[in-house]
């Protein structure tokens, strides 16, 4: 498991991940913030299984966040979303991981590396890296690769 990092741990601590099959999704910013020309904020999720009592589901992310004029790798963080969050957004799943699959997503996510400081790698090429390694370590095909690359749109490395 990563180290954890400096993030408040109230909502991993409630809802935190178990040993279930769960599946695991790309979510990309909807239109709106692309054309609003906000950075469009992409990153990795799955529902930990104990709802919350507004009956949102409560999400393991996976993403390089911006705070103030950083970008860090955040470990473990859980998000409360209401379903209606969830469809104002892109998804493509991954698939169905196992608890061990999804400990793999989480080491090859620490040790992607980016610069804190960019102006033009963020969060994007921080994510189609993180795709590249998944695919490589046997976790994803290259045509979802491919395709979640494409329909992002993600910026050109080598996948």
Same mark, same amino acid.
């Given at each position: 498991?990563p180290?954890?990092?400096?993030?408040d741990?109230?909502?991993?601590?409630? =809802?935190?991940?178990?040993?279930?099959?769960k599946?695991?999704? @790309?979510?990309?910013?909807?239109?709106?913030?692309?054309?609003?020309?906000i950075?469009?904020?992409? &990153?990795?999720?799955?529902l930990?299984p104990?709802?919350?009592?507004?009956g949102?589901g409560?999400?393991?992310i996976?993403?390089?966040?911006?705070?103030?004029?950083?970008? +860090?790798?955040? =470990?473990?963080? @859980?998000?409360?979303?209401?379903?209606? @969050?969830?469809?104002? +957004?892109?998804?493509? #799943? !991954?698939?169905?991981?196992? *608890?061990?699959? *999804?400990? %793999? %997503?989480?080491?090859?996510a620490?040790? @992607?590396?980016?610069k804190?400081?960019s102006?033009?790698?963020g #969060? *994007? $090429?921080?994510?189609?890296? %993180? !795709?590249?390694?998944?695919?490589?370590s046997?976790? &994803? #095909?290259?045509?979802? $690769?491919?395709?979640?690359?494409?329909? $992002?749109?993600?910026?050109?490395?080598?996948?």
């Open positions: 498991m180290k954890p990092t400096l993030v741990m109230t909502a991993y601590n409630r =809802y935190p991940d178990t040993d279930m099959d599946e695991v999704f @790309v979510q990309a910013a909807g239109y709106g913030e692309k054309a609003a020309g950075p469009q904020r992409i &990153l990795i999720c799955w930990n104990t709802p919350t009592k507004q949102d409560a999400y393991q996976i993403e390089l966040e911006m705070q103030g004029n950083y970008y +860090h790798y955040c =470990y473990p963080v @859980v998000e409360q979303r209401s379903a209606q @969050v969830m469809a104002d +957004h892109q998804i493509w #799943s !991954l698939g169905v991981f196992t *608890r061990d699959q *999804r400990e %793999l %997503l989480l080491e090859l620490e040790d @992607v590396e980016f804190e400081r102006l033009t790698e #969060s *994007r $090429v921080w994510t189609a890296k %993180l !795709l590249r390694e998944m695919r490589q046997g976790l &994803l #095909s290259q045509e979802l $690769v491919t395709k979640i690359h494409r329909e $992002v749109p993600l910026p050109d490395i080598e996948l």
